[in-house]
């Protein structure tokens, strides 16, 4: 198949787009270049002369299709309902067919996408990484001006390296102290128990001290995240079903999710399969049982939380969690709930901060320019605490306030709330 | 080296090669604008300053080569659209809000910086700019000055021409230049009155001052449906015969307002035929009254609900519905022809029906969206490009549907611009005479016809050479 066959078969929603130019300041990519060719409405431009052969995609127009971080902003902002997501998924699934011929990059892409998914590898890296962390070796490497030596790239990904907060999250029942008999399964995806144990841990004990019992199963696998957006339909697929079944088995209420991007992804299994497929049904059945976990805290909390947080804090939304499942509010009122806290909003929050998944490694240049352009607006609210809902942000903001030298902290919505919960002081009023 | 190779590194050294696009694959997103209309540039750049556009100005000139200014590229008459190729000379990098000055509810702000955004920085000071057009989430300062366009709020406060004080322009020479005064309406001939509205055609605008207004104490916005057009249309002219100015009542037909429920849910019965947005703004106790004279009125036109937005999120609803009614129709069609005929208030209805018998004549969908209280039409003829022949019905049928509102006492544009689509009905309204007049203007400007050419005028003959 060629990339203009993996595009007509999306084409009906290609011809959606009426290239109003909705979507334009909708997109992060645009918002940092002026570029048409780096906006939804030119991608989508690209798309259709590809489908009526006005154009034969080269590496030039692979390039703007890549450069698109899929935070779908532009679908909200599309007066046409244009699935974005779809269109780009499609497109890349073309490309990615395309380059495959290339047997080095098949096979790399291959390696390279099983070792992401991998608990074992995702565990053993944190671990490398909480040593790097623990040995201060990144305030070695600036004293020693070791950073002046090296080349601007290896500084570069020296500088991703993400604070590990913790052990691994292990799988397992964690029940709460109540006899509500209220389950719900927490789902770990693959990068984030690794280097966010803790935080995962502080949303586990919170829902247990809400009255949930938590189970986090060990026969779950990566939602398939990675391998779509990087074209991999087959992997998508074999990893979907293994936990549309498991996670159906599971007597548990609920599924929920604290990556708004794994969320997404569980939340549109169905677009993987025809519609005549058993996995179809499936996949609904599991949508219906699927929640974020911020809708999920918002529209089941049985009681407010009364401890002290006395700052200002800010909040930045996934975009996978605003754009996609359309939670907007959840998070923010549930930040209200807690006494003492001044919230302010984040300019152009609903602007993606470039870390996109892989985006930050795979487009490090056009990943900077929007964490640039996101860390100067929130400079400007002076907030002491910026929140975020999904591990793919918190990494790549906290890089962001760290290049920035402010003294800002940067944490989930889940700990804040658990803080109040459980360490904050009460009023005693 | 070619003329090509040469004019490309002089591009590039003016505004650097990450700026510069000549790749024809690439430039195919350049081809077009808000419109069906294709054109396919020779180079694109995207300068960062107003001395970069002028050089880049100087140096076209040097080289005969036509240059095309682009906002966002959201205009609906085909005016970005370079039809006999050119340089694209894009301002959207040079999109900056220089200043605000609250006292004297100024803005400076440079040509690419959008719409929405001056009302939403303004906002900080209780200030916001008035003319409103659908796309002001995505157009530019800069497009908006060139059409001098309009918006559903313009009904209350004028179009763009009324809240500018002053711009920044490259003439065709190259010649950097302010029209207008910074502070007052300017004294001795409007240059900048002139050059608003000129569609590019005179010249590229760089940065502009525009008057900012106190936002007001209350607002208040109805959404109400009706059983049938008519109604509609009938109740908007007791509205304003009564004396109420709202700051805005817009007009939605069947097909419309389906197209837009379906997009934002924003409440529009399933039974409705015609749904009018109106809203009134002010003080708090004019509000009150008005908004109960409003309702006296409407009900003596039988309407099917008479919905008040609660709060600012559903009246930001309703309006999301309202301006993104045209992107909608691309549930119904990929295409769509705009038309953008004015016709006397009072005539709406007439030139309504006469409207849908001529899509009933043709064949096709026509879409009614309208600007009601100032009788700006929108009639909006929906096609595929893809179906051979529907592209020209669609042509013909706007082209009758402009003769109806000229015949009725009308206009060719409300606030579009005639751009590329509607050059050819210029002598609907206009005499050879009044069109000349209109050619000595432009020749004054840019004698050369290098600055968007094709536009405006029928069938003037573009005299320039292009490199090939």
Known sequence: MTIKSYIDNVKDEVYKCVHCGFCLTACPTYLVSGQELESPRGRITLMKATIESEIIPDSNTFAHWDRCIQCRACEPA???????????????????????????????????????????????????????????????????????????????????????NGFPLKSGNYPSDTNNNFKVMLFRGCVMPGIHGDNMRKTIYLLNHL?????????????????????????????????????????????????????????????????????????????????????????????????????????????????????????????????????????????CCGAGGAYSITQPEWSKKVLNKKMTEFKSINADILTVSNPGCLIQLQNGIQESSISSDIMYVTDLLYNSYLKGEKNES | MNINQSFKQKLIDIVGSDYVIVDKQDMIVYESDGTHDKGMPDYVTLPGSVEEVSKLVILANDYGIPIIARGSGTGLSGGAVPISGGLIISVNRMNKILNIDPEKATAVLEAGVINLEISKKASEYGLFYAPDPSSQQACSIGGNVAENSGGPHCLAYGVTTNHILAIEVVLPTGEITWFGEMNKESSGIDFRGLFIGSEGTFGICTKVVVKLLKQPEEVQTFLIAFNNINDAANATTSIIGSGIIPSAIEMMDRTASKAAEEGTNAGIPENSDTVLLIEIEGFKEDIKEQELLIKDIVNEFDPIEIKLAANTKERDLFWKARKGVLGALGRIAPNYFLVDGTVPRTKLSFVLSEVNKLAKKYGLIVANVLHAGDGNLHPCIIFDQQTPGDTQKALSLGGDILKVCVENGGVLSGEHGIGYEKKEYMPLLFSENDINYMKEMKNIFDSKNNFNPGKIFPEMSDTIEQPK
């Open chain 1, 78 to 164: 599309c007066p046409s309902g244009v699935n974005y997501g779809l269109l780009i998924e499609a497109t890349k699934t073309g490309m990615n067919e395309v380059r495959s011929e290339s047997f080095i990059y098949r096979y790399n892409l291959k390696i390279i996408l099983n070792l992401l998914i991998s608990k074992w590898f995702v565990n053993l890296n944190a671990l490398i990484f909480r040593i790097y962390n623990k040995l201060k070796i990144s305030q070695l490497i600036n004293k020693v001006k070791l950073n002046k030596l090296l080349p601007k790239k290896i500084n570069e990904l020296e500088k991703m390296i993400p604070i590990i």
């Open chain 1, 211 to 351: 009255g949930f019992d938590v189970e986090v199963l060990d026969n779950e696998v990566c939602c398939g995240s990675i391998s779509s957006h990087n074209g991999d339909s087959d992997m998508t697929l074999k990893l979907a079903k293994t936990n549309i079944d498991n996670f159906l088995q599971n007597e548990s209420k609920y599924l929920l999710i604290s990556s708004a991007g794994c969320g997404t992804r569980i939340k549109e299994y169905n677009h993987l399969f025809n519609k005549n497929s058993s996995y179809y049904n499936k996949a609904l059945l599991l949508k219906e049982k699927t929640m974020d976990i911020y809708e999920f805290l918002y529209n089941n909390l049985p009681f407010k939380p009364e401890g002290n947080i006395n700052l200002t804090v800010s909040y930045q939304p996934a975009c996978h969690l605003i754009n996609t499942q359309k939670i907007i509010d959840p998070p923010v009122e549930l930040l209200k709930m807690i006494p003492g806290i001044k919230y302010v909003e984040l300019p152009s929050s609903n602007i």
